[in-house]
């Protein structure tokens, strides 16, 4: 199991270049990437959203990369014409304003388009250096998100088994229930009737009651639902939606077994067995 809750960060350094690159993920109902890569590297962003998205199944995901070059991979090239037209511009505004300043160094090098840079990175850097350090930090990520699913796998565990101990409590006062609801139904004939009461009619009525408020079926399908969630637990696949999917049907027969409680004993324990399932609904939200 997998939570969609990670991060990793890492870094790689030589004589040439400087990187740096952070992984990380939130929940999200679908797979969401986005990646922020220099300018010079924005072709390699599908590379790696094509990447990341064979490994990761679902969640917000964020890739940044940083990329400082250490060597002399940096161009600067002076464009000439520029120089003479800055020259030839000061010189005119000197004559229209009358001033004598000279025209100074600093000057020209801070006026735009005399210098030019050139920091294109080498396309290669990608295969060299990026996608290595992508793998490292993909590898740190999803040790967190392993780790962070085996405790989110393990309060899961300790929620279900609060459930499975009420549903048996709960199938142990559905035994009782049918001989309370037959002394319910006689007593209220023996108060109408007093001691002329007709056995066949209080059976009669008792069957139509059961037939109405019995809990039988739908014990049977909680605790198949119960089965299917720990199957699920320990899948290797994306179980999160399925999940989800379990603990809807699991909510409504709990709601339908509340709704048919006439035992103090029943509510309690459906009390219990929503909070414990409301847990879990949490905690699955955050699961792959």
Do not use: W
């Not at 009358?98 to 396309?123: C, F, H, T, Y």
């Not at 930090?137 to 796998?153: F, H, R, S």
């Not at 999917?245 to 009390?271: P, Y």
């Amino acid at each position: 199991m997998r939570s969609m809750t990670g991060y990793s960060y890492a870094e790689f350094q030589d004589e040439n270049i400087k990187l740096a690159a952070e992984l990380k993920s939130y929940n999200n109902r679908f797979l969401d990437i986005s990646v922020s890569a220099p300018p010079a590297l924005q072709g390699a962003e599908n590379a790696i959203r094509k990447y990341l998205g064979d490994r990761i199944a679902r969640g917000k995901v964020e890739f940044y990369l940083k990329i400082k070059t250490l060597s002399s991979q940096l161009k600067v090239d002076v464009d000439e014409g520029a120089v003479f037209a800055y020259l030839d511009a000061f010189n005119r505004v000197k004559e229209l304003s009358g001033v004598k300043d000279e025209i100074s160094l600093s000057q020209l090098l801070r006026a735009d388009g005399v210098l030019n840079r050139d920091s294109e990175l080498d396309p290669a850097i990608f295969d060299k250096y990026v996608f290595p350090l992508l793998e490292k930090v993909y590898e740190e990520y999803d040790a967190t998100c392993l780790k962070e699913g085996e405790n989110t796998k393990a309060d899961i565990l300790k929620q279900l088994a609060v459930i499975e101990e009420n549903v048996k409590a709960v199938e142990e006062q559905s035994g009782r229930f049918e001989e309370l609801l037959r002394k319910n139904v006689y007593d209220r004939f023996q108060q109408l009737l007093g001691d002329a009461v007709d056995e066949s009619r209080v059976y009669a009525e008792t069957a139509v009651l059961l037939i109405k408020y019995t809990i039988n079926e739908e014990l049977v399908r909680l605790k198949s639902h119960l089965e299917a969630f720990h199957a699920a637990l320990e899948s290797d696949e994306p179980v999160g939606k399925k999940l989800d999917f379990i603990c809807q049907e699991l909510n409504r027969e709990i709601n339908t077994i509340g709704s048919k409680s006439m035992m103090v004993e029943v509510d309690k324990a459906v009390v219990t067995l929503k909070d414990a399932l409301e847990n879990i609904r949490e905690q699955v939200r955050n699961v792959v």
